[in-house]
């Protein structure tokens, strides 16, 4: 259970808060654990950033992020873009629909995917300075906005793609324009 929290954005496009775990512990080393969740209006994505305080900095530890296991469901690994996903029925309910939950974690901190009894992994690596930052979040079909497998794999994939290459913007003032002519 966390032991702190706090509210840092509640506005009506990005939400997001953080929460802290004081009481963890590896091999009898107690740390801290802070977690910063990023929700964005309009995506099914949200970003996570942790941080791990008392840990050792060597990178001998390994994290593990993951989805939980649910009946009548397929998991796909895309190891290329870093993409573990689960498809399938939502519930025994088929009026429920399908519905998908993904993992997608940036290159610099993946190791490995692996397969556990309720779980699917991915083994992460922290930064030297004990962080890992991925996305997780889930589409539905009820939802409207995907009807099927396909189309919520082609939302993660385009997803994925503009974390890599993110959109840049360079602003130049009227005045710095004019002194780059007048050169």
Known sequence: LFTDYKIIANGPIRGSFQVIYEKDSINKTQFKEQKIFIFDKGQNLNRIEVKYEGLPNDTSINIVVGLVKRPNTKNFIDEKLGILTLWGLTNDDTTNEFLGTAVILPKEYFVDFIDEQ??????????????????????????????????????????????????????????????????
């Open 118 to 183: 309720n779980h699917h992994l991915i083994i992460c690596k922290p930064s030297i300075e004990n962080r890992i930052m991925y996305y997780a979040g889930a589409g539905w079909t009820r939802s409207g906005d995907f009807r099927n497998f396909d189309d919520w794999y082609e939302y993660l994939k385009n997803y994925t793609l503009r974390l890599i290459s993110p959109l840049k913007i360079t602003i130049i003032r009227e005045n710095e324009n004019d002194e780059r002519k007048n050169r």
